[in-house]
């Protein structure tokens, strides 16, 4: 297997890797429609397309789907579970041996330093790993009917799943939808963003050479209209995990609505990290550096909004300004401490936020403008911002911003920190630091949001359910909770005497 320092190299002198996949992979293997159509990727570091891909259309979804409901229905929803767990345990094996390749493929198609990317690959081989052990787990239940009946509860996959994956995260959204899904035994779809279209695209070929039967997982690229909404109406489809914006996200529901297919959706948060007078301070302003800026705060569950209890304001904020400040910026990589943001129309996204702020006489104490890789003067920057003292009803503490801008409020006390942390539309995830154990669960226990870190933000793996309340979609990924949603329950009562 090519390294990774060979790889980059190869990238440094060609202007892309020669490894690159071109086609959909459907039916197990590599196809390129009649249309021949491709679009670009670019490589968010520089700002210039290193790649193509090819460009789905409705026709070639239906193909994907045709075939995934072959193989669901003729062979894999019958293949014994512990066939199915050594299937998956092989391609947990076959990430890893390809680590260095699908890691410098994120890095460059996402722009996220090597070291996140490397840390992303890792996880999706945890994450089959982890789905290969619960393959042959999926036990019902009995129910008691007295002496004359026997009842009892088997578990079902739910058919053809679709999975539409986000730009931030490829292979580990892609992992946690398709590794949960193959162990309950469904068949799968995946469309990946177009931004980074090229590790579900590998991906699925590793699953094949785990011994993935044809047909199993299926992967189309493309656009949204072209390739994504044909997925969403496509009566063969069962499921739909989304991962997104609440705009896509509400015209996903709408379109499965037409045919009753079950959702997914995770739609993005606006996370707050209350941080309270009694915490460890280094762990938190650890804590509030990685939860906002890992992967220029292009996550879905980023702990954009610094909820902090006042006695303690001025000072911790001095010495996180101190910090962003001292951050490294650059091409993904050169492993820098922040990499660039996905594209130039997200970069002038995050800019319109940060400007009108400005405009509103915000006080923005360190960053705050677009940048380029100091190294190139290329790429899509935004430099790691800061804003104190927001009141609860701007947008920066109401919409998610989505890139490397911090919103500080400011909290009196606990009571107040938790009233602030739940004014917010989206309830996603939340962080608390406190050396308060009772305190901290009684937060937990208040705070709305599908998942709560106490004293390490991001805390946890692909153990722990992950999924949002209100406007941050409802349904969970990871641990058992998200195998779940790709199975249906029968029940059977039976009169024996």
Not at 49 to 67: K, L, M
Not at 94 to 112: C, F, M, P, Y
Not at 206 to 231: M, Q, R, W
């Amino acid at each position: 297997m090519a390294n990774a320092s060979d790889l980059i190299a190869e990238y440094r002198s060609t202007g892309t890797l020669a490894a690159l996949p071109l086609g959909h992979f459907i039916d197990g293997a590599f196809c390129r429609p009649s249309h021949n159509r491709t679009l670009e990727s670019f490589d968010p570091g520089r700002g210039e397309a290193f790649a193509r891909f090819t460009a789905g259309t409705a026709d070639d979804v239906d193909q994907a789907v045709q075939s995934a409901r072959k193989a669901f229905d003729t062979v894999w929803r019958d293949m014994a579970p512990v066939e199915r767990a050594r299937i998956l345990q092989r391609a947990s094996h076959l990430i890893l041996e390809n680590l260095d390749l699908l890691a410098v493929t994120e890095s460059l198609d996402s722009g996220k330093p090597l070291q996140e990317a490397l840390g992303d690959v890792r996880g999706a081989a945890r994450t089959f790993e982890y789905y290969a052990g619960a393959c042959d787990k999926l036990q019902g239940d009995s129910f008691p009917l007295g002496p004359n009946y026997i009842g009892y509860t088997i578990h079902e996959p739910v058919g053809v799943t679709a999975h539409i994956i986000p730009w931030n995260f490829p292979i580990s959204t892609a992992a946690r939808g398709i590794a949960p899904a193959l162990a309950a035994g469904c068949a799968v779809l995946a469309k990946p963003a177009e931004q980074t279209p090229f590790t579900a695209l590998l991906l699925a070929r590793l699953l094949s050479d785990a011994g993935l039967p044809d047909g199993v997982c299926n992967v189309v690229t493309g656009t949204g209209p072209d390739a994504g909404a044909p997925l969403t109406t496509h009566p063969g489809v069962n499921h739909i995990t989304f991962t997104g914006s609440v705009q896509t996200g509400r015209a996903v529901m709408k379109s499965a609505a037409e045919e009753i297919t079950r959702v997914v959706l995770e739609l993005g948060g606006k996370s707050p990290v209350v941080v309270l007078g009694d915490c460890d301070r280094e762990q938190a302003l650890a804590g509030v550096l990685g939860a906002i800026f890992e992967n220029a705060g292009q996550i879905c569950s980023a702990g954009s909004r610094l909820v902090i209890e006042k006695s303690i304001h001025d000072d911790f904020v001095e010495e996180l300004c101190r910090r962003t400040k001292a951050l490294k910026t650059g091409h993904g990589l050169d492993r820098p401490d922040v990499g660039p943001v996905n594209s130039a129309e997200h970069l002038a996204k995050i800019a319109g936020f940060v400007d009108r702020a400005r405009g509103r006489g915000a006080d923005i104490l360190t960053g705050g403008s677009v940048t380029q890789d100091p190294a190139t003067g290329k790429g899509w920057f935004f430099e790691p911002t800061i804003i104190d003292k927001v009141a609860a009803h701007d947008e920066l503490a109401q919409e998610e911003i989505f890139g490397p801008v911090l919103t500080v409020q400011v909290a009196d006390d606990a009571d107040h920190a938790l009233a602030l942390a739940n004014d917010c539309r989206y309830g996603l995830v939340a962080g608390i630091y406190t050396s308060d154990f009772a305190r901290a669960h009684q937060l937990a226990r208040e705070i709305d949001a599908g998942q709560i870190f106490i004293n390490e933000y991001f805390a946890g793996g692909i153990e722990v359910p992950f999924g949002g309340n209100k406007k941050s979609g409802f349904g969970r990924e990871k641990g058992l909770e998200g195998l779940k949603s790709y199975c249906k329950t029968k029940s059977i009562a039976a009169r024996i005497a």
